[in-house]
């Protein structure tokens, strides 16, 4: 059974930042990219950023470019996501996703996890 775990979240102040965890488990993953998306109330899951299972491709969405970085543990099968200088628009609950295609769209992904919601305060 495949399973994604997402941690990390919370509540923090404008300008400050967190780290999210996306646990995987259940199969292998080494054909499949991993993608962080977001969703806030009343607007449609939103792609923040990917990466390959091998770690040696990543894609941001503009938004977040020369703030979040994401990375991964081979060891530990966990993918991150690093949020820098976080602004009240980052606002939202934040997934993490397994996919097959190279992708930014939600759709193309097989594989999600329950959510982390954060919250970032003016």
């Known amino acids: 059974q495949v399973q994604l775990v997402e941690s990390g979240g919370g509540l923090v102040q404008a300008g400050g930042s967190l780290r999210l965890s996306c646990a995987a488990s259940?199969?292998?993953?080494?054909?499949?990219?991993i993608g962080w998306f977001r969703q806030a109330p009343g607007t449609e899951r939103e792609f923040v950023a990917r990466?390959?299972?091998?770690?040696?491709?990543?894609t941001y969405t503009d938004s977040v470019k020369g703030r979040f970085t994401i990375s991964k543990d081979n060891a530990k099968n966990t993918v991150y996501l690093q949020m820098n200088s976080l602004k009240p628009e980052d606002t939202g609950v934040y997934v993490c996703?397994?996919?097959?295609?190279?992708?930014?769209?939600?759709?193309?992904?097989?594989?999600w996890g329950q959510g982390t919601q954060v919250t970032v305060s003016s």
């Open positions: 259940g199969r292998t993953f080494s054909n499949y990219g």
């Open positions: 996703s397994a996919g097959r295609l190279w992708s930014n769209i939600a759709r193309d992904y097989d594989y």
């Open positions: 990466i390959t299972w091998s770690g040696s491709s990543t």
